[in-house]
């Protein structure tokens, strides 16, 4: 089974079930994998996930404009920056014993974009699960990565946002270089509140 969700709620109701379900069967191998991508490429990335942000994809906009509608998107979404950040990343390398996120991007640097924790909570519903822990800047080693831990799966990459939206492709890669005011870092952060937001971004120097 292979089940793709960024609910973790939603994973692990599944999981409870696929274990419900192969109760009495031999056992079966579990790997949970998550990813991680540079705030820079992540968030625009989220943007354009949004009805404000795809409504440019076929839109004849001048990068001032396209720049002032990220901005006033950022300044109202706060709030769904850091669910994205909170809700499924801290709780899984919590639960794999993970010390923090900063040290575990050491051994992902180590390893060449990738970590494989294999202890989780003997007692929580990952129990006997390896995770497997990826970074996006290092994705053209995926394949290479996921045959080796799971033989028998074949990533294939989605089409690229430029590719898709080519009329902004341009504006869109530039993001990567949007500057980002304290006033923005400060909404996506809660203040400085969120310490999950605020250890993410620091990893990658945000």
Excluded at 120 to 142: H, I, K, T
């Amino acid at each position: 089974h292979v089940v793709r969700t960024h609910a973790l709620q939603d994973g692990t109701n599944i999981l409870k079930g696929l274990r419900d379900e192969h109760a009495t069967g031999p056992p079966q191998r579990c790997v949970v994998l998550t990813a991680i991508r540079d705030p820079r490429t992540w968030i625009p990335s989220v943007f354009m996930q949004t009805p404000e942000g795809s409504a440019f994809c076929d839109a004849d906009v001048t990068r001032e404009q396209y720049f002032q509608a990220y901005h006033d998107w950022l300044m109202v979404n706060g709030a769904r920056i850091q669910h994205a950040v909170s809700n499924v990343r801290p709780k899984l390398l919590a639960e794999f014993g993970a010390e923090s996120l900063a040290s575990e991007m050491s051994r992902v640097d180590q390893n060449g974009g990738y970590s494989i924790l294999d202890q989780p909570n003997p007692q929580g519903v990952y129990a006997d699960c390896q995770l497997l822990f990826l970074q996006m800047e290092r994705s053209e080693q995926w394949a290479t990565i996921m045959a080796e831990v799971m033989p028998g799966v074949e990533y294939k990459k989605n089409k690229a946002r430029t590719e898709s939206c080519p009329k902004i492709a341009d504006h869109y890669v530039a993001l990567n270089q949007y500057p980002y005011s304290q006033e923005e870092l400060a909404v996506m952060s809660d203040a400085g509140r969120n310490t999950d937001v605020l250890e993410y971004f620091s990893v990658y120097g945000l």
